[in-house]
């Protein structure tokens, strides 16, 4: 079986096994908090970064990242110390189900085929750990898959 991706005008074809299928469970997911001249200030809000707080039956795009360690902009100011500069760039895949991030690798791979060399899954300490800034404008009206490295919130754990 296969999973279809549209990419603007190109369709991805996701060749995965139904077996490669992660299992369910809850992924951990972040939200958009302010832009300001380029910059976003994401974050966790609500979300659970020791158990995933987003079952991974559900399509949200993947945050991504380039980290090329661009300097905080002199005109930006973050709203709390939870926003953390990134020293990098973030980017949205298209909506994803969270049963195809089957690992962080796969995740990987789908940030730098539709983005490019260079470019990953974010992952919570990214910044700080709960909050980052980074140059970008992604979309406001949706959650977004984050990866955690050291918890089991992601929908690739059992």
């Known amino acids: 079986m296969d999973r279809r991706i549209l990419l603007g005008t190109q369709l991805l074809l996701l060749a995965v096994a139904p077996a490669a299928w992660a299992t369910g469970g809850k992924g951990m997911t972040w939200a958009k908090g302010r832009h300001v001249t380029g910059v976003d200030e994401l974050g966790c809000g609500s979300c659970n970064a020791y158990v995933g707080d987003t079952a991974c039956t559900a399509a949200l795009p993947i945050l991504c990242i380039q980290k090329d360690g661009a ?3 002199s005109y930006y100011t973050p709203s ?3 926003y953390e500069w990134a020293a990098g760039n973030l980017a949205t ?3 994803v ?3 195809l ?3 962080l690798a796969a995740a990987n791979q789908m940030c730098t085929t539709f983005f490019g060399a260079g470019w990953r899954m974010a992952e919570f300490h990214d910044g700080w750990g709960w909050g980052m800034s980074a140059f970008g404008n992604v979309r406001s009206d949706t959650r977004f898959w984050v990866h955690i490295n050291d918890q089991p919130a992601n929908c690739w754990n059992p």
């Open 101 to 103: 991030l089957t690992s």
């Open 97 to 99: 189900t969270g049963t």
């Open 71 to 73: 300097p905080r902009p």
């Open 93 to 95: 895949t298209l909506p």
């Open 80 to 82: 709390s110390s939870s």
